[in-house]
T-cell receptor, first 113, second 114 residues
Framework: AQKVTQAQTEISVVEKEVVTLDCVYE???????LFWYKQPPSGELVFLIR??????QNEISGRYSWNFQKSTSSFNFTITASQVVDSAVYFC??????????FGTGTSLTVIP | NAGVMQNPRHLVRRRGQEARLRCSPM?????VYWYRQLPEEGLKFMVY????????ESGMPKERFSAEFPKEGPSILRIQQVVRGDSAAYFC????????????FGQGTRLTVV
């Protein structure tokens, strides 16, 4: 079965704090891809990052970083120095050989000024 | 290069009417996916299409829902005889190819059935 779990439904942080959004996935595929999308209040889905199952290198892009660990089937997303503009719903997604995306239920992040 | 374009952004239909949602993929993208987002839920896969072909419709309700992606023109998600439970945001995504290529999403169509 393919499944993505985002256990944190809502998170609130104060501006400039560090926040980590958790993502745990399940799949029997050996080749798969993991994604993070951001959905701001305006509603669109914005692509943030893609990782394939063979590349466990962590990635940093500005204030964003991603920690992919196959041993724990996790693909966590960290925002440092959070800003109000980071307030959004963040979705983790899994794409497998069936070519479907399996999305988590999302984590709603609120950054308080 | 315009992104994925969905229209309309908002659609209001009375129960029993038909809803047509359109999706124009990004230029050069031949793979289209439709997802439905219900309040407080994640996105649920509905259907995956390539030009003129339905590849996977395992997420589509068996009745009243259909999708197409003709050789020319946008992909259409059609909901016949809408009911209140169809009220949701419907997102379309497109990708250049299958498997690991990232999919880019449109802004969604918010369907409200009154």
């Amino acid at each position: 079965a393919q499944k993505v779990t985002q256990a944190q439904t809502e998170i609130s942080v104060v501006e400039k704090e560090v926040v980590t959004l958790d993502c745990v996935y399940e799949t029997r595929d050996t080749t798969y891809y993991l994604f993070w999308y951001k959905q701001p209040p305006s509603g669109e889905l914005v692509f943030l990052i893609r990782r394939n199952s063979f590349d466990e290198q962590n990635e940093i892009s500005g204030r964003y970083s991603w920690n992919f660990q196959k041993s724990t089937s996790s693909f966590n997303f960290t925002i440092t120095a959070s800003q109000v503009v980071d307030s959004a719903v963040y979705f983790c997604a899994l794409k497998t050989s069936s070519n479907q995306f399996y999305f988590g239920t999302g984590t709603s992040l609120t950054v308080i000024p | 290069n315009a992104g994925v374009m969905q229209n309309p952004r908002h659609l209001v239909r009375r129960r029993g009417q038909e809803a047509r949602l359109r999706c124009s993929p990004m230029k050069g993208h031949s793979h289209v996916y439709w997802y439905r987002q219900l309040p407080e839920e994640g996105l649920k896969f509905m259907v995956y299409l390539q030009k003129e072909n339905i590849i996977d419709e395992s997420g589509m309700p068996k009745e009243r829902f259909s999708a197409e992606f003709p050789k020319e023109g946008p992909s259409i998600l059609r909901i016949q005889q809408v009911v209140r439970g169809d009220s949701a945001a419907y997102f379309c995504a497109s990708s250049q190819g299958p498997r690991g290529t990232e999919a880019f999403f449109g802004q969604g169509t918010r369907l409200t059935v009154v």
